[in-house]
């Protein structure tokens, strides 16, 4: 009888094993959209552009932006004089191709320079509404990179890059039309190499595309079963091309990474 209890006892811590073990194998091989958010951080990027040309373009704040490689510090300021103590992150890859996130406050018109050298510039928000718009360039040659608009509280640029450390994903992208000037055709492209952000037009993959009518209840938005990974050291990319000069689009971009 003793024996029989230890042989039940021993099966049961068994099954029990074997059953905790299967559940957490499971939980491991389960698809990797479940719960990031306890391992994982999430991004997203919106950005909009109502001088869409002829030619395949970044989408950007009204075209406000230089894609040109930096090896530079930025330099921040505002056109007003009264917009101090507004506190604004800017977000980059470094000279050694990893991650950099700057965080200091506006001085009014006076510039606020960034600690690192950035190889790239990725996105810039404020805190808080300033009166004058925000102007980020480089520190050695007053190159302006963009400009953020009275009234708005960050850049939109539609990309996103790669650091050397990091695995990021894209999960879902979209695009709207919101004046009916031209039809548009955008291309979601992933840049293994994140350099040809000084030149767009190669060293690129097609992830996804889509060609929207020029009117206003035109919407495009893709969810991806299986997330999209932009490579180390590369970047994705929302591009446009306008049926006529002047033409516009709304596109946001979304996923995760881990860090």
């Known amino acids: 009888m003793r024996n029989a209890c230890y042989i039940a006892v021993a099966t049961g811590l068994a099954l029990g094993i074997l059953a905790f073990g299967t559940t957490a194998l499971s939980q491991m091989n389960a698809d990797p959209q479940r719960d990031r958010s306890s391992v994982t951080n999430a991004w997203h990027v919106t950005a909009f552009d109502s001088d ?4 395949f373009e970044i989408i950007a704040a009204r075209g406000a932006y230089s894609s040109a490689p930096l090896s530079d510090q930025l330099e921040i300021y505002s056109g007003d004089a009264a917009d101090t103590g507004i506190r604004f992150r800017v977000e980059g890859i470094k000279m050694d191709s990893t991650r950099v996130t700057y965080v200091d406050t506006l001085k009014g018109a006076t510039t606020v320079t960034t600690a690192d ?14 009166a004058g718009a925000i102007t980020i360039r480089e520190a050695s040659d007053n190159g302006e990179i963009t400009v953020v608009p ?3 509280l960050q850049s939109y640029i539609a990309h996103k ?3 050397r450390r990091e695995r990021v994903y894209i999960t879902q992208w979209t695009g709207n039309v919101t004046v009916a000037t031209g039809s548009v055709r955008l291309q979601l492209r992933i840049y293994p190499d994140f350099t040809d952000n000084a030149d767009i037009a190669d060293g690129y993959r097609i992830a996804d595309e889509v060609v929207l009518a020029n009117a206003l209840s035109e919407h495009y938005q893709r969810t991806f079963v299986e997330p ?3 490579p ?3 970047m994705a990319m929302i591009v446009g091309l306008g049926g006529a000069v002047n033409s516009d689009a709304v596109v946001t971009m979304s996923g995760y990474s881990d860090r």
């Not at 869409?52 to 030619?55: L, R, V």
């Not at 050298?117 to 300033?130: I, K, Q």
């Open 52 to 55: 869409i040309d002829t030619a």
């Open 117 to 130: 050298s950035l190889r790239h510039f990725e996105s810039f928000v404020m805190f808080g509404e300033a």
């Open 150 to 152: 009275i009234g708005h």
């Open 161 to 163: 890059f790669c650091s």
């Open 228 to 230: 999209i990974e932009i």
């Open 232 to 234: 180390r050291n590369g």
